[in-house]
């Protein structure tokens, strides 16, 4: 038996969008019927060197697999060169409980699963007609959220605004970038959210 190692990039290159959004609308669908096990979290704090650790299970009855889901935030790690965030998703058969696949994502899965819900309510709840979005932080997860809304929405223009200048700054080149969008960056939340 082997046990598959995936990195972050082979699943940035393998998982896109629209499927993240089919699969987190079809994980809804069996929620609400029932069939998912997600028994809770728990974390382990860390207070010496700044970090906390969550672990989650998740279970779909009809799903072959079960996964463990475990990620970090180290706020030191910038200190040393490392990232704050870290993350391993490990995949096991449902039958006899053997590993079958570790995915080392460093947050990409929930980032794109966050993405892919904003998606879905905007989808089924937002006006089919917006042509303007606010975004506000530029974090990693506004990237997800804004490359999800583009998916299900035909935007004009975006406004962003972070607290951080330079954050905001960068979340627009690298948006830019990427997609062919007028984003423009508020000067308050505010202002972003009455644009």
Do not use: C
Request: proline share 4%; aromatic share 8%; net charge negative.
């Amino acid at each position: 038996m082997s046990l598959l190692l995936i990195n972050e990039d082979e699943l940035r290159q393998t998982i896109t969008i629209a499927e993240a959004i089919e699969t987190v609308k079809q994980a809804f669908m069996a929620s609400a019927e029932g069939h998912m096990n997600m028994p809770g979290s728990f974390s382990l704090h860390l207070p010496d060197v700044q970090g906390k650790v969550n672990v989650e299970g998740t279970y779909f009855s009809q799903s072959p697999y079960y996964v463990i889901n475990i990620d970090s935030h180290f706020r030191k790690n910038p200190d040393l060169n490392l990232p704050a965030e870290n993350g391993v998703l490990l995949v096991f058969d449902a039958a006899t409980g053997v590993p079958v696949a570790v995915m080392v994502d460093n947050g990409y899965l929930t980032n794109i699963k966050i993405g892919a819900a904003g998606a879905l309510a905007a989808d089924y709840l937002a006006n089919h007609q917006i042509s303007k979005a606010a975004v506000i932080g530029a974090s990693k997860q506004a990237f997800m959220q804004l490359k999800s809304l583009t998916s299900v929405r035909q935007l004009e223009s975006v406004w962003v605004w972070d607290a951080s200048p330079l954050r905001a700054d960068n979340y627009v080149r690298h948006m830019v970038e990427d997609h062919d969008l007028n984003i423009r960056i508020a000067p308050s939340s505010q202002a972003a959210v009455e644009q």
